[in-house]
């Protein structure tokens, strides 16, 4: 490393670092090359409520780099107070108090950010009516115009910022970047990891033959907490629609249902949920020996697509119409499009229903959907953190 910097990372995050979080945040890698690792967490600091909530249930990961920090001024102090420059691994958004330490971080090192999440994304869908009771409601109307202009400044300041560097997947993740004060880093989504270390393993569990859903924890996911949003679907409704759905699409098909739940899922507290076998943390495996896939717009469908399954993508009637819902339904069809796909309206199936067409494969939409989506054509196939800490000690060596 050059003397101006010692190797040192440290991680800027908003949401508490669970086990999951630890090994998708490659700090082993960094270790393992010899770099001191530190994760700054600001939790508390920007969603304090969700913090009280989230300390109690013990999915906080024990590492001893773990830094919470609860006042803004201790954060900056530690920041500013830095012996030599570090590279800082920004997390952040871009609420008032990451616009304050996302400036002392520059000001003390180098700042990488990740662009491996981007998915389908269709314009939103504006109806008179649903404008019409947003104008004569007020107190509504101040909702969705303040959460309106939020996001909207979050996206000016994201458009306006260049970091360091800028950790890629597909193609899609590259547009808009100021190449004159970014420098690329091409690697691949989190979950491409996966699919290097486990496509050609055996599962230890007999899947095959199954029909996999893949849960995105609709109902209960903690961010809803976290950004305060309500929750897209009700227990009440989405539970025994899909349950009903899973169970007549797996007659026809002849297949065992499976459920690959959401890794930050807790259904065993949950009175209301599938009535199906519920598997945690073994989506890849499931998917992998799977016949069929079936979900909403779920990130492990990436999974599916690299490894050429048949996918059936799935809606009800709430998630179609609910104001809530609003923003999961247009997610869910634009992949539709993207991949070619219709999408099947779990109130709305009957024992004559042929899916036959749902499990025809377009290659060509796949194998575009991984160069957009998940991995550019010529980057390589080592692990992502392996990319980016070897980029990193070349430029700083």
């Given at each position: 490393?050059?003397s101006?910097y010692?190797?040192q990372?440290i991680y ?9 979080d630890?090994n998708r945040?490659?700090i082993?890698n ?10 700054f ?7 304090p409520e969700?913090w009280?909530h989230?300390?109690k249930?013990?999915?906080?990961f024990?590492?001893?780099g773990?830094r919470?920090?609860?006042n ?6 530690e920041i500013s ?7 800082f691994i920004?997390l952040?958004n ?5 616009i ?5 971080a520059r000001?003390n090192?180098?700042?990488v ?6 998915i389908?994304k269709?314009?939103t869908?504006?109806k ?5 009771k947003v104008?004569i409601n007020?107190?509504?109307?101040f909702?969705?115009m303040n ?5 909207k400044l979050y996206?000016t ?9 800028l950790?890629?997947?597909?193609t899609k993740s590259?547009?808009?970047v100021?190449?004159?004060k970014?420098?690329?880093?091409k690697?691949h989504n989190f979950d491409?990891?996966y699919f290097?270390e486990?496509?050609n ?9 199954s029909?996999?859903?893949?849960d995105?924890?609709?109902?209960f996911?903690?961010?809803y ?7 897209f679907v009700?227990?009440d409704n989405?539970y ?10 797996a007659?026809?098909?002849?297949l065992k249902i499976?459920?690959?739940a959401h ?7 949950k009175?209301?949920?599938f009535k199906?076998p ?10 992998r020996d799977a016949e ?5 717009s779920?990130t492990a469908?990436?999974?599916?697509i690299?490894?050429?399954?048949p996918?059936i ?15 999961w339904?247009?997610?869910i069809?634009?992949?539709a ?6 999408v099947i309206n779990?109130?709305?199936i009957s024992d004559q229903?042929?899916f ?5 494969v ?7 959907y ?21 980029h990193m000690?070349k430029d700083?060596?």
């Amino acid at each position: 490393m050059s003397s101006k910097y010692q190797k040192q990372v440290i991680y800027l995050v908003e949401s508490p670092l669970t086990e999951r979080d630890f090994n998708r945040f490659g700090i082993l890698n960094w270790i393992n090359h010899g770099w001191n690792v530190e994760v700054f967490d600001l939790t508390s600091l920007n969603a304090p409520e969700f913090w009280e909530h989230i300390k109690k249930d013990n999915s906080i990961f024990n590492f001893e780099g773990l830094r919470i920090f609860h006042n803004i001024n201790e954060l900056l102090f530690e920041i500013s107070n830095l012996k030599n420059k570090v590279i800082f691994i920004d997390l952040l958004n871009f609420r008032n108090i990451n616009i304050k330490v996302r400036k002392a971080a520059r000001a003390n090192g180098i700042i990488v950010n990740l662009r491996l999440g981007n998915i389908p994304k269709g314009q939103t869908e504006i109806k008179f009516i649903e404008l019409f009771k947003v104008l004569i409601n007020p107190f509504f109307f101040f909702k969705k115009m303040n959460a309106f202009l939020k996001n909207k400044l979050y996206q000016t300041r994201a458009k306006k910022f260049n970091p360091d560097y800028l950790v890629v997947g597909g193609t899609k993740s590259m547009s808009g970047v100021d190449y004159r004060k970014t420098s690329i880093i091409k690697a691949h989504n989190f979950d491409y990891d996966y699919f290097i270390e486990k496509e050609n393993k055996k599962s230890k569990k007999n899947n095959h033959g199954s029909l996999v859903f893949l849960d995105e924890d609709a109902a209960f996911h903690l961010d809803y907490m976290r950004l305060k949003i309500k929750p897209f679907v009700t227990p009440d409704n989405y539970y025994p629609i899909i349950n009903n759905g899973l169970n007549k699409i797996a007659k026809l098909l002849n297949l065992k249902i499976k459920i690959a739940a959401h890794p930050r899922s807790n259904y065993e507290t949950k009175p209301i949920k599938f009535k199906f076998p519920i598997e945690k943390n073994n989506t890849f495996d499931l998917i992998r020996d799977a016949e069929v896939v079936m979900g909403h717009s779920s990130t492990a469908l990436q999974y599916a697509i690299l490894l050429k399954k048949p996918i059936i993508l799935v809606t009800t009637d709430e998630i179609q119409k609910a104001y809530y819902a609003k923003h999961w339904k247009q997610l869910i069809h634009s992949l539709a499009i993207t991949l070619g796909k219709k999408v099947i309206n779990l109130d709305h199936i009957s024992d004559q229903n042929n899916f036959q067409d749902c499990l025809k494969v377009d290659h060509k939409k796949y194998e575009l959907y991984v160069e957009n989506f998940i991995k550019s054509k010529g980057s390589s196939e080592k692990k992502l953190w392996d990319i980016v800490i070897e980029h990193m000690e070349k430029d700083f060596h």
